[in-house]
Structures are given as C-alpha cells and as structure tokens.
C-alpha cells in the first residue's frame, strides 16, 4: 500500500512511495532495491541515459540502439518481441539491478532517478552518462497525457489537477527543478554529455554526431544518416518496439492514446491558461536564477 508523505498535506496520490526525499511507484519500484544501486561496481564501458519522465527517454534509446548497430534497423527488429525500454531497461525497475550486475558488456541503462541515488563509482568519471532535458511546460503536457496512459500512474481529474501535483513535485520524478539543477550541478564531476530534447529537434543529425562521439562510435555518413532516419518522430511512430506496442494492456492503456503522442516544441500553450504560464513563468525564473541553461519553449521561436 502506498504511504503518503507527511510533506504532501492534502494530496491523495496513492501512485507513489515517499523513499528518502524522493517518491517511487508503488508496486514498479523496490526501494532496498533502488538502495543498492548506490553500490553497484561500474565499467568503462557502461552507459547510463538518465531524464526527467517524459523528456525523451525512448528518443535516447533509439539513437543509442541504432548506434551500436550501426544505423541497421533490422537488427533491432529482429527483436521485436522487445520494446526500446527492455532492450535498454530501467536500472531502478524491480529486478533489473540484479540482471545488471551480471549483464555483457556495452551495458546500457536509462534512469529517472536523482543524482543521489546512482552508482557513486559514476562521479569518479567510470562509465558515461547522458543527461537530457526538456523545456518543462512541454514534460507537464506530455506527462499529463502518460498518465491517461499509463495503468501503474494514478489518472489525474483534469489538466488542472495535473499541473498543480506537478508544481508540487508529487509525481514520479519528484521536481523537475530539483532533478535538472542536482544533476547539472553534478555535470562535471563525471562523464557527462549535457543535452536537450529541443536540441534534438532543431537539428537530430547534429544531436546524433554529438552522442556518437561522445560514446567514442564511429560510424561511416551513410550508417548515422541511417541512425538519423530511424530516430524521426515520424519513422519512430511506425515501430512497435519504440511505441511500446507490445506493452500488455493492464500496463498501458492503448486505447487512451499513443506513447509517440505529439513529438514537439510548444504543445504547451494548447493546454496552459495564461495565468498558469505565468505561475510556472516565475516558479522556473526564481529556481532556475543561478543555472545557465536556456531553454527552446517553441519551435515557432527559430527563425
Ligand atoms: S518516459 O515515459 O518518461 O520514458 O517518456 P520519454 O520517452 O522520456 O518521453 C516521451 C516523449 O518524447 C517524445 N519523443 C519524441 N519526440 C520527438 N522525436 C522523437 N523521435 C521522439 N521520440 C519520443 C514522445 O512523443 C513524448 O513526448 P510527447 O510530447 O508526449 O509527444
């Protein structure tokens, strides 16, 4: 049964475990489990793709997929019985610590943890981790509709209702504030590649020559062409393993709508009122003063 957080007078989201600071999933999440990935030993060659719910995940698991095939998609739909998420699991998921410790090398894993949480061999440069983020009024949009989606999630009552549990951080992933400004702040310390989902979408070629170097791939201009086209939002929506298509219904309502949902820079202003944009405005202009990160809030915004 989930136990709700004395600091969150008033919410009823019996999604969540309250776990040191941080809230896990009820039923998704271990939290002895998520205790030990603290300790686990770390190889040169691991590499951990760590984001804020809804920030492109899936998105990173496809370029990295790609790159270790070298831009050949039908190696990784011979797969097909798994999704992006299986092939490059959830460390933090209940059971998958374990198959990490004994998994072949490039092991590859995604997280939403926080900084505190991850294997602390990683701040002593071992291994390398991609950290992505999302202009967050684009996440509360997207994580709203998940929610709809996801079975495991509690379902909010409206738009609204979302937003507010958002700004109060009681969603899995906690702050979005806090998640960016502790790993940014924690960037150089280790092998960190810093990058935005808008980055991603203003220019995807660049974005992937980006992450190939940085995990040391060489790949020829036709194999990352190849990477680069079957990394489209439009390519990736026609690939079961990347839609979670095989996910089981008692996981994901399908019917509720598409994982691959909207795949763009602005969404928000269909769903915020003015005075919420307002809000998150100043909320995001007092946490964010110290942290030299600027954000793309609309692709009408590119000249
Ligand atoms: S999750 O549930 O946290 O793992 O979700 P995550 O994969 O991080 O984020 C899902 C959002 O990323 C969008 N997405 C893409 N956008 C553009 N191009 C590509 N190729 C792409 N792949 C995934 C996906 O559509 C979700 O965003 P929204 O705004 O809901 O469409």
Redesign the pocket.
């Known amino acids: 049964m989930a136990i709700m957080d004395v600091n969150d007078a008033g919410a009823q989201n019996h999604d969540l475990v309250p776990h040191k600071g941080f809230k896990l999933i009820n039923g998704t999440h271990d939290p002895d489990d998520v205790d030990q990935i603290y300790d686990l030993e770390i190889r040169d060659s691991d590499v951990f793709v760590v ?12 370029i990295l997929l790609l790159l270790e095939a070298k831009g050949d998609l039908t190696a990784i739909s011979k797969l097909s019985k798994y999704s992006n ?1 299986e092939l490059i699991p ?1 460390i933090e998921l209940m059971g998958n610590r374990q198959t990490f410790i004994t998994a072949p090398s490039p092991r590859m894993r ?1 997280s ?1 943890l926080p900084f505190q949480f991850m294997p602390s061999a990683l701040s002593q440069k071992k291994g390398k981790v991609i950290y ?1 983020a ?1 202009n967050p009024k ?2 509360v ?3 709203f ?2 929610h709809k989606l ?1 079975n495991m999630l509690e379902t909010p009552t409206d738009f609204d209702d979302f937003f507010e549990r958002f700004l109060r951080g009681d969603v899995f ?1 906690g702050s979005w504030f806090q998640h960016i400004k502790t790993w940014y702040s924690h960037k150089d310390d280790m092998n960190m590649l810093f990058i935005t ?1 808008e980055e ?2 203003q220019d ?1 070629q660049a974005a992937v020559q980006r992450i190939a170097s940085f995990l040391g791939k060489e790949l020829s201009a036709e194999q990352l062409a190849q990477v680069v086209t079957h ?7 026609k690939i079961p393993q ?1 839609n979670y298509e095989q996910v089981p219904g008692e996981l994901l309502s399908h019917h509720q709508g ?7 820079v602005g ?1 928000w202003k269909k769903h915020f009122t003015v005075f919420q944009s307002e809000r998150f405005d100043q909320l995001f202009h007092r946490e964010m003063a110290d942290i030299p990160l600027v954000f793309l809030w609309d692709i009408e915004d590119v000249a």
């Open positions: 984001t804020y719910p809804k920030s492109g995940t899936i998105w990173m698991q496809q998420a959830w995604v939403h992505v999302r684009d996440v949009v997207s994580y509709y998940f996801a992933g989902y991603l979408i995807l990394s489209t939002f439009s390519n990736m929506k990347a598409r994982f691959m949902r909207k795949g763009t969404d």
